[in-house]
């Protein structure tokens, strides 16, 4: 996959760079796309960056071949049996090969009715309208369903959630926030109103101490990682890591206390017992812009460092010690990522954290914050676009009366229109694919068959479904189950905006015309817009002609105050942070300075709630999977990269000790099983992780970690525990490893 062009880039004379966005994750680094004959062949960053300042990591350097791969579809497709008007087949068949002369697939193992067979927009986006109005007008709202895209601009999510709702007239909408910072989002909400990183990430240096949790940031967001040695290296910093595994910023940190996964409430609850009991909280802070510290004080009484050291492993006077240098620092700060929120009591965990920040005054001010880092390269914008069934943007709750009739009225709905009936989350909508529940589902660049925990339940979901779309860039594990697939341009071939963990709205740029076929999102959904308008014979016509993003922006923004002094002009240089209230605001790089969003920031006494399942004599380890620096999430793009040959295989993390125990080597075949599933992969012997603790990345779909992992819920956020589940590692053969040949045959990679 690697060209001449990449192998020499120096020789090139180029035709023009253009300057975007990352499209992996939440850092939001600027790109430079060095472009000859519509070909990327070299990627840069400007120096002047207020985001990466010049730094790339491998994935923004090299991992954007993606878009040129073979693999990639570039046509719509539909089935064989929607094509020639046959009844639709009994079950569902996942097909990743394609019948691009209209041909049955040679030696194919499936119906010929479930072929792929390449066809035209107009045929693909007809078969669509048809499909959805007729299960719509049969079942009704609760009927149909969509995923929105945390990979696709802010214009494209913002459309697709209007098109369901005004059109669907439903809020089963939502997106993969729901797999990753959901209880960061539910306590940020409950305790301050919003759910925004609260800093700037680039103020790292300006803290004094600060904590990193439950984030591999070396891997997952590697220019903050950056930031944050820097930080330590150069302006004196003392870093605190929490964290199971020894990630490398450990080599940065003052302390690093080694929980056992799913055990943040007693560690942090313990720090906070702490600063309590030694005085040291901000009394000040408390008693201005705070509420319910009595009751959250009576709370704390039974978590001592030392009942915290008996559940998590953490010696107590390492609590203590990590108390006194956060509450006495002058600028402390907390970064954390999934391993505080993907836990069946991820909620509890992020609040855990937010009761530190009150007690000692560290937020709302520069250089201190509660900083969640945002996963995707759009989650955020996703977010505040309205893709989550509880919110129209802005994070306006749809069962609010006034917020429905502004956007009825933004909309061109008839008053009482739009459903002011709570939806359901990603978690809980496969779930619900079944006679009488979801029969339609449209997914627009997500995969939960890689994403979505207990994986063989989930495939028993997408066979229920009566119609299944996916709009994305390769026939991945769920399109491969759909009914009509269209084709979507990446990155780098449309225009629009993506918002980074830290709120900056910055300008995406087309560098290259749409492959084959393909088109941006937003035309896709404009399109499709405008046939189910005309076959569902509605009174009222909201817009749908719109002309360029720029122009959904402007719409949304025109309801949406966070973002209603953001235009691509004021963007074109430099990204703002939002809230940006007018034309004339600078931005805000920093919340909070004066009151939180809900007045005082409210105290919750929490209680300590173990895992949904513990290690035993059967299943001996607790699993904890995540994510590798050279991979994004379920492989849909790196694993069409020259970065998979980087790292080509799934492997399972397992200390030295429990490998010796269990007659375990290096490189050794392994079967990992859980309650729910197995996998077979090779090991790594490593003092990464703790004894008791193994690690699995969930990017490889010949192994994938999620077949394992428990779809236990956080009852508030909906959230599933990836980071925690029973497992047994045994030794395998050799011919039990997956063949990746096979995934090559069935048009995968």
Avoid at 190 to 199: H, L, P, V
Avoid at 374 to 392: I, L, T, W
Avoid at 526 to 534: G, I, M, P, S
């Amino acid at each position: 996959m690697v060209t001449e062009l990449q192998l020499n880039p120096t020789r090139v004379v180029e035709d023009r760079v253009v300057t975007t966005v990352c499209s992996y994750c939440g850092v939001g680094c600027n790109l430079e796309l060095h472009l000859k004959d519509d070909f990327i062949f070299k990627v840069t960053s400007p120096f002047d960056s207020p985001v990466n300042h010049g730094n790339l990591c491998v994935k923004g350097r090299f991992g954007y071949d993606y878009v040129y791969h073979p693999k990639r579809v570039t046509t719509p497709l539909v089935r064989r049996y929607l094509l020639e008007g046959k009844p639709k087949p009994e079950g569902r068949e996942q097909v990743f090969a394609i019948s691009m002369d209209g041909k049955p697939i040679p030696n194919s193992q499936i119906s010929n009715d479930w072929d792929w067979v390449a066809t035209n927009w107009d045929t693909a986006l007809d078969m669509v309208a048809e499909n959805l109005v007729r299960i719509y007008q049969r079942d009704g709202s609760d009927a149909m369903a969509v995923y929105c895209c945390a990979k696709a601009t802010n214009e494209d999510n913002y459309l697709l959630q209007k098109m369901w709702r005004a059109l669907f007239r439903t809020n089963n909408v939502d997106h993969c926030t729901r797999l990753c910072h959901a209880g960061s989002v539910v306590a940020l909400q409950k305790a301050i109103g919003s759910s925004a990183m609260s800093n700037t990430a680039s103020q790292v240096i300006m803290n004094d101490v600060f904590i990193v949790t439950g984030s591999n940031t070396g891997e997952n967001h590697p220019i903050i990682a950056l930031q944050m040695k820097e930080a330590v290296q150069k302006h004196g910093a003392k870093m605190i890591v929490v964290d199971p595994r020894r990630i490398d910023l450990v080599d940065f940190a003052e302390l690093w206390l080694p929980l056992k996964p799913g055990t943040n409430v007693p560690v942090f609850s313990a720090m906070a017992h702490v600063i309590v009991k030694e005085n040291l909280v901000n009394w000040d802070f408390v008693n201005r812009r705070t509420e319910g510290f009595q009751e959250f004080v009576e709370s704390l009484e039974k978590f001592t460092p030392e009942y915290a050291e008996e559940i998590s492993g953490v010696p107590a006077e390492d609590i203590r010690k990590a108390a006194r240098m956060y509450a006495t620092a002058k600028n402390g700060a907390i970064y954390w990522g999934m391993g505080i929120s993907q836990l069946s009591h991820g909620t509890a965990s992020a609040l855990a954290l937010i009761h530190l920040a009150f007690l000692t005054g560290h937020v709302g001010r520069d250089g201190t914050g509660l900083n969640p880092l945002r996963g995707q390269n759009n989650v955020q914008g996703a977010s505040d676009m309205g893709a989550m069934p509880f919110h129209y943007p802005g994070y306006m709750r749809v069962d609010n009366e006034d917020n429905a009739r502004k956007w009825e009225a933004a909309w061109n709905i008839e008053p009482g229109g739009l459903s002011r009936k709570l939806g359901l989350t990603t978690t809980e909508i496969l779930g619900h694919a079944h006679e009488g529940g979801i029969r339609a589902l449209y997914i627009m660049g997500e995969n939960p068959m890689m994403s979505e925990p207990n994986l063989n339940e989930t495939r028993k979901h997408m066979t229920h479904l009566e119609f299944l779309v996916s709009q994305d860039l390769f026939i991945n594990e769920s399109g491969a189950f759909a009914d009509v697939f269209l084709p979507a341009a990446s990155f780098a071939e449309k225009d629009g905006t993506f918002t980074n963990t830290d709120r900056r709205v910055q300008r995406v740029r087309t560098a290259l015309s749409p492959r084959g076929q393909a088109r941006p999102d937003w035309k896709i959904l404009c399109d499709l817009a405008t046939r189910l308008e005309r076959r569902l014979k509605r009174g009222s016509s909201s817009k749908w002609d719109y002309e360029s993003p720029e122009e959904i922006l402007r719409e949304m923004a025109s309801v949406n105050s966070d973002y209603a002094g953001i235009t691509y002009e004021r963007i074109a240089k430099v990204g703002l942070q939002y809230p940006v209230p007018d034309m004339n605001h600078p931005g805000t790089p920093t919340l909070f300075k004066e009151t939180f969003p809900s007045g005082r920031g409210k105290f919750i006494p929490l209680d300590y709630v173990p895992v949904m399942e513990q290690a035993d004599d059967e299943y001996p380890f607790i699993l904890t999977t995540g994510r590798l620096l050279e991979h994004w999430h379920g492989g849909t793009m790196t694993r069409h990269s020259s970065l998979n040959e980087a790292y080509p295989e799934a492997r399972v993390e397992i200390h030295p000790a429990d490998a010796e125990m269990h007659g375990i080597t290096n490189n050794m075949p392994v079967r990992v099983t859980s309650r729910r599933g197995e996998i077979v992969l090779r090991a790594t012997v490593t003092e990464k992780t703790s004894v008791g603790v193994v690690f699995i990345p969930w990017h490889f779909a010949e192994a994938a970690a999620n077949l394992l992992t428990n779809d236990a819920l956080d009852p508030q956020a909906k959230i599933p525990e990836f980071k925690a589940c029973a497992v047994q590692v045994f030794p395998a053969r050799e011919d039990e490893l997956p063949n990746p040949e096979v995934e090559v045959r069935r048009g995968r990679y």
